[in-house]
């Protein structure tokens, strides 16, 4: 969640799409999503994530899990504007669920496969916890989450940090 809030309080950047258009003639991504925003986003996570394995587990594998998290969730919400766009959804306009699951869906499937990748097993925290606390864990952040996405967008927007409450 660190990851996904931290580029709104990148107010300019380049855009990661650089402008360009799909045959559809809507941008890959909009100017919403930047380099500068995904950089600030990712190193937010990341410095979470190195302060959980130091703190928590003193595991390289937290480490590793956390920033797929991380990067994984800013990839998602990538997925989740490239969406968007193809369904002719202007910049800011509301999707219910994508916007509150895109990020989170992101980040489980890349630590998912990094999880493969370490250990063999399809898991989203690894071998860090147990698969059946795992399948818990999942399965509850998907309706917390998008509640606590709604009230943290509602609070950055009234410190106008965001356009649109949601």
Same mark, same amino acid.
């Given at each position: 969640?660190?990851?996904?809030?931290?580029?709104?309080?990148?107010?300019?950047?380049?855009?990661?799409?650089?402008?360009?258009?799909?045959?559809?003639?809507?941008?890959?991504?909009? *100017?919403?999503?930047?380099?500068?925003?995904?950089?600030?986003?990712?190193?937010?996570?990341?410095?979470?994530?190195?302060?959980?394995?130091?703190?928590?587990?003193?595991?390289?594998?937290?480490?590793?899990? *956390?920033?797929?998290?991380?990067?994984?969730?800013?990839?998602?919400?990538?997925?989740?504007?490239?969406?968007?766009?193809?369904?002719?959804?202007?910049?800011?306009?509301?999707?219910?669920?994508? *916007?509150?699951?895109?990020?989170?869906?992101?980040?489980?499937?890349?630590?998912?496969?990094?999880?493969?990748?370490?250990?063999?097993?399809?898991?989203?925290?690894?071998?860090?916890?147990?698969?059946?606390?795992?399948?818990?864990?999942?399965?509850?952040?998907?309706?917390?989450?998008?509640?606590?996405?709604?009230?943290?967008?509602?609070?950055?927007?009234?410190?106008?940090?965001?356009?649109?409450?949601?």
């Amino acid at each position: 969640m660190v990851a996904n809030a931290t580029p709104v309080l990148i107010k300019k950047g380049h855009p990661l799409d650089s402008g360009k258009t799909l045959s559809d003639g809507f941008r890959l991504f909009g *100017d919403g999503k930047t380099f500068e925003g995904f950089f600030a986003g990712s190193t937010a996570g990341i410095i979470i994530s190195v302060l959980e394995a130091f703190l928590a587990t003193k595991r390289i594998e937290t480490l590793v899990i *956390d920033s797929s998290l991380s990067i994984g969730a800013l990839l998602g919400d990538l997925a989740g504007a490239f969406i968007k766009r193809r369904l002719g959804f202007p910049r800011g306009s509301p999707a219910p669920l994508l *916007d509150q699951l895109d990020f989170v869906l992101g980040g489980y499937f890349l630590s998912s496969l990094i999880s493969v990748f370490l250990n063999g097993n399809f898991e989203v925290f690894g071998d860090l916890l147990p698969a059946s606390l795992q399948l818990q864990i999942v399965t509850t952040s998907l309706y917390i989450i998008p509640i606590i996405h709604l009230l943290t967008n509602r609070i950055a927007y009234r410190l106008k940090l965001k356009g649109f409450p949601w």
